[in-house]
């Protein structure tokens, strides 16, 4: 099976151009060509020698996603793709008009094994990680087929990102680098259900993105029902963690909260939530949970949400309602891709 070339680093693609008995700027013109210009074949990498082109396309594949299903909200103009992968699968990824610009939701795995039970990516278990090359086609592929510039990356689509770590790292080197898309990180935000291990690992990096955690739960009896990583991870292991990603990288936490009816919704659930996030520099981001009909999730009246993040922000936290964006095209990342295995017999 060909190497994705597009999953290669700039030095990764030199010193593999070095190993092949090339100049080391021969590296940079192809990298620029993959990211830069957005070739999409070798064919028509026009200043280069034929023979080079020729072992390219023997040695190497190009990234290229397909567009299978594409749906844009009536209400506010968002767009979902549902993005064709080389060995058949697909993954969702989905374009956010704000006014300060266009963010992109990518996936980084093809499912997840996470198991979180308000999640519809999780249904069908994990299938593989994407590679560095396919998620940054992702991105790609959103201004390719929708015709407008991207200004933000959020990894908060299907699967979680933490557990695809070497990948997404690459990916975000790519996404960064000079050469190519040169888009910094501090418009970039990455969703984790809170690998406690990886966390302290990101915060390594130092790299200056945002850190998402996904709490939505203020006591590990909670949380430990809806989301099964915290019975590896319970609550305070996975608070000190995020308390050492602050004091590393400067960079404040936020966490998000999706509001299921009955479960963690209730006065004395926002009291817990305060006193869990008491001291921390961090923002709260409740989201009206998407309902999932496989799921028996629900999401409770804008009344409840409303004075849920009242009583949040009584207690001393920055806490803000999540806009929502998509509701009327198949909202939660996950169900396009399922509905479409479904129509489909898959």
């Not at 915060?203 to 998402?212: D, N, V």
């Not at 919704?265 to 409740?286: E, F, I, R, T």
């Not at 028996?296 to 009246?301: A, E, H, L, Q, V």
Request: net charge positive; charged share 25%; aromatic share 6%.
């Amino acid at each position: 099976m060909k190497e994705d070339i597009k999953s290669l680093t700039l030095p990764q693609l030199s010193e593999t151009f070095r190993e092949m008995g090339q100049p080391a700027y021969r590296a940079k013109q192809v990298y620029e060509w993959l990211h830069g210009k957005r070739a999409l074949s070798f064919a028509g990498m026009s200043n280069l020698p034929k023979e080079l082109r020729g072992a390219l396309e023997e040695r190497f594949s190009i990234a290229a996603l397909s567009c299978l299903r594409r749906q844009v909200s009536g209400l506010d103009g968002t767009e979902k793709l549902l993005l064709g992968l080389p060995d058949g699968q697909s993954v969702e990824a989905v374009l956010m008009r704000y006014k300060y610009g266009n963010t992109v939701c990518i996936s980084t795995q093809v499912g997840c094994r996470m198991g979180c039970r308000f999640c519809a990516s999780t249904l069908g278990g994990l299938v593989r990680g994407l590679t560095p090359g396919e998620m940054i086609d992702e991105v790609y592929a959103m201004e390719r087929f929708c015709g407008e510039k991207v200004g933000g990356v959020v990894l908060m689509g299907i699967g979680e990102p933490l557990d695809n770590y070497e990948n997404v790292l690459r990916f975000l080197t790519i996404l960064s680098s000079a050469e190519g898309m040169n888009l910094s990180l501090r418009h970039v935000s990455l969703s984790t259900c809170g690998l406690v291990p990886e966390i302290d690992r990101l915060a390594g990096e130092r790299l200056g993105l945002t850190l998402s955690v996904s709490l939505h739960a203020p006591d590990d009896e909670t949380r430990k029902a809806i989301m099964p990583i915290a019975r590896r991870y319970p609550l305070p292991e996975l608070m000190a963690a995020c308390r050492r990603y602050f004091e590393r990288t400067g960079r404040r936490v936020s966490y998000e909260y999706a509001l299921i009816a009955g479960k963690n919704d209730s006065p004395m659930q926002a009291k817990k939530l305060c006193a869990l996030l008491a001291g921390q520099n961090c923002h709260v981001n409740l989201i009206p949970v998407n309902e999932v009909a496989e799921r028996d999730c629900r999401r409770g009246s804008r009344e409840a949400i409303e004075r849920f993040q009242h009583l949040l922000v009584r207690g001393g936290l920055n806490a803000t309602i999540r806009r929502e964006l998509g509701s009327d095209i198949s909202a939660a990342c996950g169900q396009l891709r399922r509905e479409t295995a479904a129509e489909e017999g898959m």
